[in-house]
């Protein structure tokens, strides 16, 4: 197979686009694809600060390295989960990459400075891992980015990620989580702007990134996600996919264009009432805010440390 761009040897299929690469030309075209959704969606001026949420996954070493290239303004924040055994890697590919492009890390640690870890607020605050984990680190990006002074948080969900919620969206009927499920959520009360630039680029394609850009990244899954049911709806779009290349990126990107008033007028209501945590400040419906009660109901319950090779489910 010859390289769409060069006619060079090719080395990366991309069987949506019918195409194929040589490694560099498939590079730029990572690059184009993240400079076209930005440009598309109005994710990012020139000049702004952006922090970029980084796990030490593929996806977001990749968004961050990729928005360094193409000049913008990007620090990364790695939170740490206090998951024994997958936490500390992370944090070490997170780490080597910012030092190997002298970028500038920030580090929250949940354990060292919140007394948690998510096994532990999870139970607490009865709600699954993957609930206490997306609702602390949602939390902390809004809180870095605004106490920081950054215009904008970028995260690295790819077209797999969003096609697999936006199908468990659908499938519930979730019209207020489909409101809010674009590419570039703007930012008000208290909330900074929010992007995500991979939703043009496939995991295959982010993990093929990597490894052409020689950059390590954490390659396990989150030991806490065995059983998540995105895992499923992944499974069953992958299976579609296989058949019929090109349907996943047209079912999100035609909700993106078509789909506008699903949920229109949800997300305006939800801002209604909302009114600045008395603790922490974040904005908030409730007298104290989310994270802050689940702080306050995992603080105080001993921590348990959670191996790898556990597998937890849900
Ligand atoms: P996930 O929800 O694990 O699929 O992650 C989605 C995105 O959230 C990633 O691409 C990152 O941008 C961000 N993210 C996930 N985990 C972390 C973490 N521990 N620290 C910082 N950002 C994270
Ligand atoms: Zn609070």
């Not at 206090?82 to 590919?93: N, V």
């Amino acid at each position: 197979m010859k390289c769409r761009s060069c006619g060079a040897r090719a080395a990366v299929e991309v069987r949506r686009h019918n195409s194929a690469f040589c490694p560099q030309c498939f590079l730029s075209y990572c690059r184009n694809q993240v400079a076209r959704a930005i440009d598309e969606h109005k994710m990012l001026q020139r000049g702004e600060r952006v922090l970029v949420a980084v796990s030490g996954g593929k996806d977001s070493l990749a968004l961050w390295d990729i928005l360094l290239d193409l000049g913008y303004d990007a620090d990364g924040l790695y939170i740490g989960l206090g998951l024994a055994g997958y936490s500390e890697p992370s944090g070490e590919h997170a780490r080597a990459f910012a030092a190997g492009r002298q970028a500038k890390l920030l580090e929250v640690d949940l354990p060292a400075d919140f007394g948690y870890d998510v096994r532990t607020a999870a139970a607490a605050d009865r709600r699954t891992p993957c609930s206490a984990c997306g609702l602390s680190k949602r939390h902390i990006f809004d809180r870095q980015a605004v106490d920081k002074g950054y215009d904008v948080v970028a995260t690295g969900h790819n077209l797999d990620d969003e096609a697999a919620v936006l199908l468990g969206n659908l499938l519930h009927w979730d019209l207020a989580y489909l409101a809010r499920q674009r590419p570039v959520l703007p930012a008000g009360d208290g909330f900074p702007r929010k992007v995500k630039p991979l939703v043009r680029l496939a995991e295959r394609e982010t993990a093929a990134y990597c490894v052409l850009r020689g950059i390590e990244y954490q390659v396990e899954e989150c030991p806490m996600s065995a059983g998540n049911r995105h895992l499923g709806y992944k499974d069953a779009l992958d299976a579609i996919e296989e058949r019929s290349p090109g349907t996943k990126a047209a079912f999100y990107h035609g909700f993106l264009e078509r789909g506008g008033a699903l949920g229109a007028g949800v997300a305006e209501e939800e801002r209604k009432g909302l009114h600045p945590c008395p603790n922490c400040g974040a904005p908030t419906v409730s007298e104290l805010c989310a994270f802050c009660r689940l702080v306050a109901r995992a603080a105080g319950r001993p921590r348990r440390r959670l191996p790898v090779s556990s597998g937890a489910g849900l």
